[in-house]
């Protein structure tokens, strides 16, 4: 695979990595992804699963390529992760006209391609790793990536305003009353999140669960600055 001029790897209905080979030492890489939800958060509120989604994807990826040609790779694929995720939430239909009241058919065509259209996917180009050892060593985020010039201005726009201008291609996420956009608030979040899940699955915990928060008062005082 190390050859291959482009590789595509995805992660469920989620996203995916598209890594373009150049020319040696010139590899790029981008990320297609949903900025709204978390990684696994949309198949966890369905109910089942699909044999299918990677088929579907394939199909429509190919369907965009034989249309634009390599030209149309990114958008193939936010349109193949999107009819993968259609028909997800679909699901299988009852065969009504079948002798057998356990017969089950996969929904239309045109109903995946109608269901796709509220799924939507953000592209954006990934810093390629030099170190094998370590090889995310700045802490990369989209954020950084896509206000890098203006990250004060944007800063200020979401303290006076609650949003701001070209953050449409960065993940936001939404914890109850809480939003946020920084990716190690994003991963503490979920981190606690999924330890809580994990906690009530089991009826008859053997300790108890404990979550201290730490508030930083300079924080607090200056919202521009953010509690570490």
Known sequence: MHQCPYLVVLFG???????RRVKEREDEAFV?????LLEDSFASN????????TSIFTATLVKQLAKEGFYG???GIQKGLANSRSLLEIGYKKNNGSESHDALEYPKLKEISEGSVKHTYSCSSIELPTNLKNPDPN???ILDHNTHNIRQLVAREIVLKGKANGLENVPICKFGDIKTIDRAEIESYSSIKELIIEFLKNQKPKKILFVLLYLDPLALANPLVSSK
Request: glycine share 12%.
């Open 13 to 19: 209905t989620d996203g995916a990595v598209l890594y």
């Open 46 to 53: 369905i109910n089942g699963n699909m044999i299918g989604l």
């Open 139 to 141: 802490f990369w985020r």
């Open 73 to 75: 790779l990114i958008t």
């Open 32 to 36: 297609i992804f949903d900025p709204c």
